[in-house]
């Protein structure tokens, strides 16, 4: 053997790990044996936080390089696919707790007050690096969500929010994409150019269908008008940078224009790793509000209409964060802006 033994045992600090699971329900003198699975379920959230967490702390600093070489972007894609796997099975827990009934729960829950996941400062934290923000989340109170965080990782959390996170790191990257305005081929031209004829010939065809009426016709045209102005906007980057002003965009224009032509063009060899990569922070996102609103949905059968431990309607927050807590929604608003692969421009990377 080339280094000291290690049992299992105290390789996995099992005597430790073991041994946290203190019921308060017994504290009292009325021993719940459900608060058992109650706690098991609610650490093992955040030993898979943990490990969210380090992924994502080990992206940064690839995401901060002024070149990414070609070697990192087979990490990124590999370890952001693991943070994806990690956020599918967060519901499997749920279906576990699910087995407590909500009369069991009463059991030993008014134990349980102050406490709430929304204190769950890892979970926090995950939020914060994957680039939500303060000013798009959800209140809860009046005071300010990393409030409810014990001292010293409500400190910890407040240095975070001053670093770079995931967004950020993807977004410089996108920025810098080449192969977008080349001697021979400008995306912004040619694939705003594509995508106008597209648009006009599905006018055509509305206005050759005679098994439309009038009002149809007038209908559908007003609509596909309606996407034809918002070709000029993604296209344009004086009225983009105005959209996203208000909010309607996170992306800064290079970025979108990017992700675009990535999304696009993805059977290029040289695509298939960044396109990977987009579409799994979008399958995160899409990961994270199936797994809020099933934690809303356990909630709702748990308490019905009762105010949560940490006193908030657990089940509207809940509800609520499901949509609100989306972070790459620009990815998938990108979809309205696709063509048909026949219809691309001719692209030489």
Not at 1 to 25: A, C, F, I, T, W
Not at 74 to 87: D, M
Not at 291 to 301: D, K, S, T, V
Request: a neutral charge; glycine letters at 4%; aromatic letters at 12%.
């Amino acid at each position: 053997m080339k280094y000291e033994p290690v049992h299992y045992h105290d390789y996995l600090g099992l005597d430790k790990l073991l041994n946290s699971q203190k019921r308060r329900s017994e504290e009292f003198g009325k021993p719940a044996h459900e608060e058992w699975l109650f706690i098991s379920v609610h650490q093992v959230y955040e030993v898979w936080f943990f490990q969210i967490l380090k992924e994502i702390q080990s992206l940064l600093p690839l995401f901060s390089q002024p070149t990414i070489p070609e070697r990192d972007m087979g990490t990124i894609s590999h370890r952001i696919n693991r943070i994806l796997t990690i956020c599918k099975n967060l519901t499997s827990p749920l279906d576990i707790l699910e087995t407590m009934t909500p009369h069991e729960f009463l059991d030993f829950r008014d134990y349980l007050y102050p406490a709430s996941g929304f204190q769950s400062a890892q979970f926090r934290m995950i939020e914060v690096l994957l680039g939500l923000k303060a000013e798009n989340r959800l209140k809860l109170t009046e005071s300010p969500f990393y409030d409810h965080l014990k001292e010293p990782l409500r400190s910890e959390l407040l240095q975070m929010m001053k670093g770079n996170t995931l967004f950020d790191g993807l977004e410089n990257w996108l920025s810098r994409t080449p192969f977008l305005k080349t001697a021979k081929f400008d995306f912004g031209t040619e694939y705003k150019t594509a995508l106008i004829n597209v648009y006009n010939e599905d006018l055509d065809v509305i206005k050759n269908n005679p098994r439309l009426s009038e009002a149809d016709k007038d209908r559908s045209a007003k609509n596909i008008q309606t996407f034809m102005d918002q070709i000029d906007v993604v296209f344009d980057e004086e009225k983009y940078n105005a959209l996203k002003a208000q909010g309607q965009f996170r992306f800064s224009f290079k970025a979108f224009q990017a992700a675009l032509f990535i999304s696009l063009y993805r059977d290029e060899p040289i695509l298939q790793v960044p396109f990977s990569i987009l579409n799994a922070l979008m399958d995160i996102d899409e990961a994270l509000t199936t797994w809020r609103y099933r934690h809303a949905l356990m909630a709702h059968r748990m308490l019905g209409r009762k105010i949560g431990t940490g006193g908030s309607s657990g089940t509207d927050y809940l509800k609520d964060t499901a949509e609100k807590h989306k972070i790459y929604t620009d990815l998938f608003n990108m979809s309205s802006f696709l063509i048909p692969r026949s219809k691309l421009p001719q692209c030489v990377i």
